[in-house]
């Protein structure tokens, strides 16, 4: 089944005590994007990956690092997570740059930092 | 700065029944719109584009209207049925000369099919 998953679904952590939210794709896609969902803000990108070794920052970045090492996998790192990271966050994956609109979404994590 | 408006948090309409959402744009380079839906608990899901040198994308219930001289679109969705009561956000894809990508989200529209 083609599918995108996330791991863990819902977490709860400290401040300051790193973190990593894995993302993998079994669709070959070129394209890799994580997102945050807030209440009255919609998604907003944070990252994105156009190919493997590509990256680039979306629009809320700050606090945030991820790594393309591997096609399947991009990783979102909180390396000092604080309270206003929490949030739901989803990965997503679009088929490849020319195509990069029509995205497929992981299921989401909850992460709540205190 | 909003480049991507949905104005409307709610619509509620009767099964059977016509939904309209709409959509408000500001930055003229987007060459995709996109409608994404999703429910409770699940991750957004692709519904329909529509390319900006078109103005109009049917695919089954669903069709989406792109008016570029006023930046906005809208999603019709005829007939309503329970099953569409999910929030759907608009969203514009924007490639950069640079060549990066990105995909820029309304907040979204809670639509509810009352049986």
């Known amino acids: 089944e083609a599918q995108v998953t996330q791991n863990p679904r819902y977490l709860i952590t400290v401040t300051g005590k790193k973190l990593t939210v894995t993302c993998s794709q079994n669709?070959?896609?070129?394209?890799m994007s994580w997102y945050r969902q807030d209440p009255g803000l919609g998604l907003r990108q944070i990252y994105y990956?156009?190919?493997?070794?590509?990256?680039d920052k979306g629009d809320v970045p700050e606090g945030y690092k991820v790594s393309r090492k591997e096609k399947r996998n991009f990783p979102l790192i909180l390396e000092s997570p604080s309270p206003n990271q929490t949030s739901l966050y989803f990965c997503?994956?679009?088929?490849?740059?020319?195509?990069?609109?029509?995205?497929?979404f992981g299921p989401g994590t909850r992460l709540t930092v205190t | 700065d909003q480049q991507v408006k949905q104005n409307s948090p709610s619509l509620s309409v009767q099964e059977g029944r016509i939904s309209i959402l709409n959509c408000d744009y500001t930055?003229?380079?987007?060459?995709?719109f996109l409608w994404y839906k999703k429910y409770p608990a699940e991750g957004p899901t692709f519904l329909i584009s529509?390319?900006?040198?078109?103005d109009k994308n049917e695919d089954g219930r669903f069709t989406v209207f792109l008016n570029k001289s006023a930046k906005h679109l809208s999603l019709h969705i005829v007939p309503s049925q329970p099953g569409d009561s999910a929030v759907y956000f608009c969203?514009?894809?924007?490639?950069?000369?640079?060549?990066?990508?990105?995909?820029?989200f309304g907040k979204g529209t809670k639509l509810t099919v009352n049986p």
């Open positions: 997503a994956s679009g088929k490849d740059s020319r195509k990069a609109y029509e995205q497929y």
């Open positions: 669709m070959n896609h070129e394209y």
């Open positions: 990956s156009m190919n493997v070794e590509v990256t």
């Open positions: 930055n003229s380079m987007f060459d995709y």
């Open positions: 529509i390319s900006s040198i078109k």
């Open positions: 969203a514009a894809h924007l490639r950069s000369q640079g060549g990066s990508e990105k995909l820029v």
